[in-house]
């Protein structure tokens, strides 16, 4: 199994791009999630998802939108990036609410300039 | 207020020796669970343990055991018997239950505490 995987690793956007990041896992678990992690600080949850076709917002949600059309993928889409979009983002996906381990991806770090 | 609170910026211990890293933590849900996580340099988020609120026994995972002192609210993190390769940022991270208004899908992550073993 490959896990939690994101694509791009890294990337640089300019002011009002728009971009995707790609979460993929291969455990068939119901749960994802989205989190960033700005510098110094800890995970915070942007967006989650308890199965194809439903999502919900966490504690950051604004700048972003989700999907979840399969129980496999997870995008996290940005629409017009600002600079304080710039962080580290994680996802991480769990078989059901009652696990208690999330497993995470191994992160994107964006830039937005 | 903060919901986990990591008082320790930085910590230094020796090889071999055993570290304690502090979480407090704050919640009125009778029902939670606390969770540490490594980060080393390289990104990824390692999960090293858990402990639930209604668990009689401190949570063991070979070298890391967790010091949950529930009335203090706290949840320490012990590394016993530490290697080069535990230098990481550690992360203390809660899951409150309904009654607070969380869910079982939500975590909260403290600041982290940045641990450096010294050869």
């Known amino acids: 199994n490959a896990g939690v995987t994101q694509t791009p690793k890294f990337r640089i956007l300019k002011i009002g791009q728009s971009m995707t990041l790609q979460c993929t896992q291969d455990?068939?678990?119901?749960?994802m999630y989205w989190y960033r992690q700005d510098p110094g600080m800890g995970l915070k949850l942007i967006y989650y998802?308890?199965?194809?076709?439903?999502?919900d917002k966490g504690e950051v949600p604004n700048g972003y939108n989700v999907s979840r059309s399969t129980t496999e993928d997870f995008p996290l889409r940005l629409e017009l990036a600002a600079p304080s979009q710039t962080s580290v983002y994680f996802c991480a996906s769990s078989y059901s609410e009652r696990t208690y381990e999330q497993y995470f991806g191994p992160g994107t770090r964006l830039t937005v300039t | 207020a903060q919901k986990i609170t990591q008082t320790q910026p930085g910590m230094f211990v020796q090889e071999k020796e055993a570290v304690t890293l502090d979480c407090t933590y704050d919640t009125s849900d009778p029902s939670y669970g606390l969770f540490w996580y490594k980060q080393p340099s390289s990104g990824e988020m390692i999960f090293l343990i858990y402990q639930g609120s209604y668990d009689q026994q401190n949570a063991t995972e070979g070298r890391y055991s967790l010091n949950f002192q529930k009335a203090r609210k706290s949840a320490n993190l012990v590394i016993s018997a530490s290697q080069l390769g535990d230098s990481a940022m550690y992360f203390c991270?809660?899951?409150?239950?309904?009654?607070?208004?969380?869910?079982?899908?939500?975590?909260?992550f403290g600041k982290g505490t940045l641990l450096t073993v010294n050869p």
């Open positions: 455990m068939n678990h119901n749960y």
């Open positions: 998802s308890v199965g194809a076709g439903i999502t």
């Open positions: 991270a809660m899951r409150e239950g309904r009654r607070s208004g969380g869910s079982n899908y939500k975590l909260t």
